[in-house]
């Protein structure tokens, strides 16, 4: 998946089904049952506690999750559009995260900022520390860590460690110190 530009200013609930309705060929009816569906996955799979349910309920959601996640409390992966996130194997997201897959600001700052919809892929073995961001279109790269409270607006090189806000690489370190007791 791509970027795509987003600007969604329909106004009301039904307005807003009612386009979305329109765009994917489905009836108002089910596009809102669906987004009320969603929500209520999205509240299970932030509150519950076992991981696996919360994997469970991510997924059913639309998240693409692969084998042997963790999944933290409280972490919120994006409303409106769940299916443009993708989380590989053996990835760990801690708690009190956001995991963001579009920016919809309002249109009076259309000069200034973009709005649009872009995939976040957190690739495998990665680990998301405890009250991070990571922004739509941000791919987090193999084995890297997003140290706790970072906001991560750009691509994460593989075997990398992040920090900050905006997140900077604090340093990079050999793949083949992953498999033993040196990290």
């Known amino acids: 998946m791509k970027r795509i530009d987003y600007y969604n200013e329909s106004g009301s609930v039904f307005k807003q089904a009612k386009l979305t309705a ?40 639309g998240v693409t999750i692969g084998k042997r996640v963790f999944i933290g409390g409280n972490v919120s992966i994006d409303n409106a559009h769940p299916e443009y996130v993708t989380i590989e194997d053996d990835c760990s997201i801690a708690g009190e995260n956001f995991i963001l897959a579009h920016s919809n600001p309002k249109k009076h700052f259309s000069q200034i900022l973009d709005a649009y919809i872009a995939p976040v892929v957190i690739k495998k073995g990665a680990w998301v520390a405890v009250g991070a961001m990571i922004m739509p279109g941000v791919t987090v790269g193999e084995f890297s860590i997003v140290s706790a409270g970072s906001v991560v607006t750009k691509d994460v090189p593989p075997y990398s460690v992040v920090s900050g806000n905006p997140a900077k690489i604090l340093y990079t370190f050999p793949a083949e110190l992953i498999f033993n007791d040196k990290i």
């Open 22 to 61: 329109s765009q994917k060929g489905r009836s108002v009816f089910s596009v809102i049952m669906q987004r009320i569906l969603f929500n209520f996955y999205g509240r299970i799979a932030r509150d519950f506690p076992p991981s696996f349910l919360r994997v469970y309920f991510q997924r059913l959601r």
